[in-house]
């Protein structure tokens, strides 16, 4: 992704549509998953600097967990619902990321059916696409800690 191309794909998104709030995994830690920059209604991007105690071993490289939690956060703030949740997804790890590396995630959602949407978020260290993702997610009528897991598990299953 050059830098360009950013700066036109950020700009169409402020001037299309009004920047909201977030008002999902407000209590995410930033640190660990990124910072949201931007969003729009079906849209986040999300910046994540990569710190020492991502370390997976002696050279620098950075844990998956890391840049998947980033990424998955990417996409619950493109659909912002309050009690959105994961339901599946399909990633790549396409490169690695080193310590010190900033990732940015764009995240899209691509379809909506009903309380299902699926989000596609794509990661970039510079213009190198270090992940690729699709994220299918459910909103759910209250916090899914509060819901009756084992009256509701086939419900949720149906809705998948």
């Given at each position: 992704?050059?830098?360009?191309?950013?700066?036109?794909?950020?700009?169409?998104?402020?001037?299309?549509?009004?920047q909201?709030?977030?008002?999902?995994?407000?209590?995410?830690n930033?640190n660990?998953?990124?910072e949201?920059?931007t969003?729009?209604?079906?849209?986040?991007?999300?910046?994540?600097?990569?710190?020492?105690?991502?370390?997976?071993?002696?050279i620098?490289?950075?844990h998956?967990?890391?840049?998947f939690?980033?990424?998955?956060?990417?996409?619950?703030?493109?659909?912002n619902?309050?009690?959105?949740v994961?339901?599946?997804?399909?990633?790549?790890?396409?490169?690695?990321?080193?310590?010190?590396?900033?990732?940015?995630?764009?995240a899209?959602?691509?379809?909506?059916?009903?309380k299902?949407r699926?989000?596609?978020?794509?990661?970039?260290?510079?213009?190198?696409?270090?992940?690729?993702?699709?994220f299918?997610?459910?909103?759910?009528?209250?916090?899914?800690?509060?819901l009756?897991?084992?009256?509701?598990?086939e419900?949720?299953?149906?809705?998948?």
């Amino acid at each position: 992704m050059n830098d360009d191309t950013e700066v036109e794909d950020e700009l169409a998104h402020l001037i299309s549509k009004e920047q909201t709030s977030l008002i999902t995994h407000t209590k995410v830690n930033t640190n660990f998953s990124g910072e949201v920059v931007t969003i729009n209604p079906g849209y986040a991007k999300v910046v994540l600097d990569t710190l020492e105690v991502m370390r997976a071993d002696e050279i620098g490289m950075v844990h998956g967990g890391f840049i998947f939690s980033a990424a998955d956060f990417a996409a619950m703030a493109a659909v912002n619902e309050p009690n959105v949740v994961l339901a599946s997804s399909t990633c790549l790890f396409l490169s690695p990321v080193r310590i010190g590396d900033q990732v940015t995630f764009i995240a899209e959602e691509h379809q909506k059916e009903g309380k299902k949407r699926t989000v596609h978020v794509k990661g970039y260290v510079y213009d190198i696409k270090v992940f690729e993702g699709d994220f299918k997610t459910i909103i759910t009528d209250r916090h899914v800690l509060r819901l009756d897991l084992l009256k509701n598990t086939e419900e949720l299953r149906q809705e998948l």
